[in-house]
T-cell receptor
Framework: TQLLEQSPQFLSIQEGENLTVYCNSS?????LQWYRQEPGEGPVLLVT?????EVKKLKRLTFQFGDARKDSSLHITAAQPGDTGLYLC????????FGAGTTVTVRA | DTGVSQDPRHKITKRGQNVTFRCDPI?????LYWYRQTLGQGPEFLTY????????KSRLLSDRFSAERPKGSFSTLEIQRTEQGDSAMYLC????????????FGPGTRLTVL
């Protein structure tokens, strides 16, 4: 079973600041997905990364996949209160294996 | 809205009672998944179906848990003789097999066992 570690566990920042959250694995990812989950809702897919060294951008969100495909990061520029949520990384196979997530709070 | 729906959204029950949850996937999706999420953790895989066939069950799925998808459309998850440790969010997701991208999640059923 692939173990995913996410850090930090909690992150609280002021609106307009930048933040980075990390996801590390004990083994190589076939592909990795990032999700955001809001309270009382299911996770929603943000991005899928497949190739080592890959960088994807989604508006103010930048996703990087490590060269060795064992780690990934999510960077948010100029965070807004609407970015508040639980950010989860998951190993993408026929089933998903999730990390414990990073709870991000953006204060207005 | 044609997303994944789950019913009920919340369930409070007493220890020892049986509960059943329902999931309606996106209509053309042939794969259906159940996950469990406890506070402070990410979702954990429980089981999945391709059409009506249950293809895998996690070791987390004790013999008190049973899932069905009788006609390859909606699915039910039943927990018998509930225990306080069963308290969690139960999430359902669906996708099209052969496409390795997105699983679409429902809003979940929050179970509280008193």
């Amino acid at each position: 079973t692939q173990l995913l570690e996410q850090s930090p566990q909690f992150l609280s920042i002021q609106e307009g600041e930048n933040l980075t959250v990390y996801c590390n694995s004990s083994s190589v990812f076939s592909s990795l997905q990032w999700y955001r989950q809001e309270p009382g809702e299911g996770p929603v897919l943000l991005v899928t990364v497949v190739t080592g060294g890959e960088v994807k951008k989604l508006k103010r969100l930048t996703f990087q996949f490590g060269d060795a495909r064992k780690d990934s990061s999510l960077h948010i520029t100029a965070a807004q209160p609407g970015d508040t949520g639980l950010y989860l990384c998951a190993s993408n196979d026929y089933k998903l294996s999730f990390g414990a997530g990073t709870t991000v709070t953006v204060r207005a | 809205d044609t997303g994944v729906s789950q019913d009920p959204r919340h369930k409070i029950t007493k220890r020892g009672q049986n509960v059943t949850f329902r999931c309606d996937p996106i209509s053309e999706h042939n794969r259906l998944y159940w996950y469990r999420q406890t506070l402070g953790q990410g979702p954990e895989f429980l089981t999945y179906f391709q059409n009506e066939a249950q293809l895998e069950k996690s070791r987390l799925l004790s013999d008190r848990f049973s899932a069905e998808r009788p006609k390859g459309s909606f699915s039910t998850l039943e927990i018998q003789r509930t225990e306080q440790g069963d308290s969690a969010m139960y999430l359902c997701a669906s996708r099209i097999s052969g496409e390795d991208d997105e699983q679409f999640f429902g809003p979940g059923t929050r179970l509280t066992v008193l």
